[in-house]
């Protein structure tokens, strides 16, 4: 069964440092994934998807995520952290009954 | 881009009695919407499926009595929670596909429901 699991209940950094949010993916077919992230007490917005066309996919407010299928990863990036970037970020897989499976989530702090 | 718009936003019930959440899809039709659950600082969990014309599918361990759902139109789910308790307390969150390959949904801004 389809399945991501994200390293890091919680992961801190500078404001303009690089955001690194670690996700590893288990299938057995090639996946889509996704990144969602979701502000406080808001629903979930969609940050990018890999549906298999290339592996470096980029998203919205400067995210960005490598499919790296030697490693089963979908790491997400951020060259420079923003105080606006501070949210729960979720990694997700479409599984096959196309059920959008959620990992536990990460929270992201910034640091001034 | 889609839209999914969830009604009320926020929700304080006493419990034993019942609450209904709704969820449209608003610029295109949805055969079919999912629902999740979401508690404090923890993922969403799926509770089912909601299939346009035809009965929902559940989860495992989700209650299909307790979480009574109607997806009456193709651009309207909705979610009844049956004689709530405080444990029902969550966030409800639901979701649309939006392309026909289905690698896209849109998340509603989700629901409070709170019990007391």
């Known amino acids: 069964a389809q399945s991501v699991t994200q390293l890091g209940s919680h992961v801190s950094v500078s404001e303009g440092a690089l955001v690194l949010l670690r996700c590893n993916y288990s299938s057995s077919v090639p996946p889509y994934l996704f990144w969602y992230v979701q502000y406080p007490n808001q629903g979930l917005q969609l940050l990018l998807k890999y549906t298999s066309a290339a592996t470096l996919v980029k998203g919205i407010n400067g995210f960005e995520a490598e499919f790296k299928k030697s490693e089963t990863s979908f790491h997400l990036t951020k060259p420079s952290a923003h105080m606006s970037d501070a949210a729960e970020y979720f990694c997700?897989?479409?599984?096959?009954?196309?059920?959008?499976?959620f990992g536990k989530g990460t929270r992201l702090h910034i640091l001034p | 881009g889609a839209v999914v718009s969830q009604h009320p936003s926020w929700v304080i019930c006493k419990s034993g009695t019942s609450v209904k959440i709704e969820c449209r899809s608003l610029d295109f039709q949805a055969t079919t919407m999912f629902w999740y659950r979401q508690f404090p600082k923890q993922s969403l969990m799926l509770m089912a499926t909601?299939?346009?014309?035809?009965?929902?599918?559940?989860e495992q361990g989700v209650e299909k009595d307790k979480f009574l759902i109607n997806h009456a139109s193709l651009t309207l789910s909705t979610l009844t929670v049956t004689s709530a308790h405080p444990e029902d307390s969550s966030f409800y969150i639901c979701?649309?596909?939006?392309?026909?390959?289905?690698?896209?949904?849109?998340f509603g801004p989700g629901t409070r429901l709170t019990v007391t």
């Open positions: 909601s299939n346009e014309g035809s009965k929902a599918t559940y």
């Open positions: 997700a897989v479409l599984n096959r009954d196309d059920k959008i499976i």
């Open positions: 979701s649309a596909p939006w392309d026909r390959e289905w690698n896209e949904q849109y």
